[in-house]
T-cell receptor, first 110, second 114 residues
C-alpha cells in the first residue's frame, strides 16, 4: 500500500481557492488516487478520484503530477461548509481496502 | 433515497456485553464495509463484504464478527465488548471494488464501553 504525507492542518479565507497537497511517492502504476472529506461528526464523503490525468467535478479539481508521486486537491472557492478533514487515499484497482491516514484539517476563515 | 443508514446512533455497553450494529443501503450496491474511527485518527477497516454471501477480514477484525444478511444489509457484532472497542463505527457501501468505485458512508454509531 502506498504511504501518503499530508499537512496536518491548513487555513483558507472564505471564497478563496484552496490547494490541498498530498505526497504519495510509493504509488504503483495502477493505483487510483481518491480524495474524501469528513465534516465534523459525520461519515466521510467522496470528493473526487483520478488515475493519471487531471479531473474535475462539481465539488473540486484534482491535479495529478506527471510522475504521479503527488497530487493536489483544489477547491476553487472555499466556503465555511468546506471546513473538514481531507483524506488522500491511493487505492489499488480491484481491491476493497482503503487505508485512511490522518488527513489535513482545513479551517475556513470568514 | 436514504443512502446508507446505521442503527443505533449511540450506544453505551458494559464490558462483556454483546451487541449488533445494523447497516442497510438502498443503492443496490454489491460491496459493503465496516470501519472504526478512534479519536484523532483516520478510519480503519474491520471487515468487508465484496458481494452478497462473502465476507473478508480487514485491518482490525479481532473481537468482531459480521453477517451479510442480504444484498442490502451488513451487520457487525461485538460478542464480548471491551473498553478498547470504544469508537465511532461507520458502515459504507460501493458498487464494486474500491479502486475504481467510490464508497458511500453512513452517519456512524458512537459506542462507549465502560
Amino acid at each position: 500500500d502506498a504511504k501518503t504525507t499530508q499537512p496536518n492542518s491548513m487555513e483558507s479565507n472564505e471564497e478563496e481557492p484552496v490547494h490541498l497537497p498530498c505526497n504519495h511517492s510509493t504509488i504503483s502504476g495502477t493505483d487510483y488516487i481518491h480524495w474524501y472529506r469528513q465534516l465534523p461528526s459525520q461519515g466521510p464523503e467522496y470528493v473526487i478520484h483520478g488515475l493519471t490525468s487531471n479531473v474535475n467535478n462539481r465539488m473540486a479539481s484534482l491535479a495529478i503530477a506527471e510522475d504521479r508521486k503527488s497530487s493536489t486537491l483544489i477547491l476553487h472557492r472555499a466556503t465555511l461548509r468546506d471546513a473538514a478533514v481531507y483524506y488522500c487515499i491511493p487505492t489499488t484497482s480491484g481491491t476493497y481496502k482503503y487505508i485512511f491516514g490522518t488527513g489535513t484539517r482545513l479551517k475556513v476563515l470568514a | 433515497n436514504a443512502g446508507v443508514t446505521q442503527t443505533p446512533k449511540f450506544q453505551v455497553l458494559k464490558t462483556g456485553q454483546s451487541m449488533t450494529l445494523q447497516c442497510a443501503q438502498d443503492m443496490n450496491h454489491n460491496s459493503m464495509y465496516w470501519y472504526r474511527q478512534d479519536p484523532g485518527m483516520g478510519l480503519r477497516l474491520i471487515y468487508y463484504s465484496a458481494s452478497e454471501g462473502t465476507t473478508d477480514k480487514g485491518e482490525v477484525p479481532n473481537g468482531y464478527n459480521v453477517s451479510r444478511l442480504n444484498k442490502r444489509e451488513f451487520s457487525l457484532r461485538l460478542e464480548s465488548a471491551a473498553p478498547s472497542q470504544t469508537s465511532v463505527y461507520f458502515c459504507a457501501s460501493s458498487e464494486g471494488p474500491t479502486g475504481f468505485y467510490e464508497q458511500y458512508f453512513g452517519p456512524g454509531t458512537r459506542l462507549t464501553v465502560t
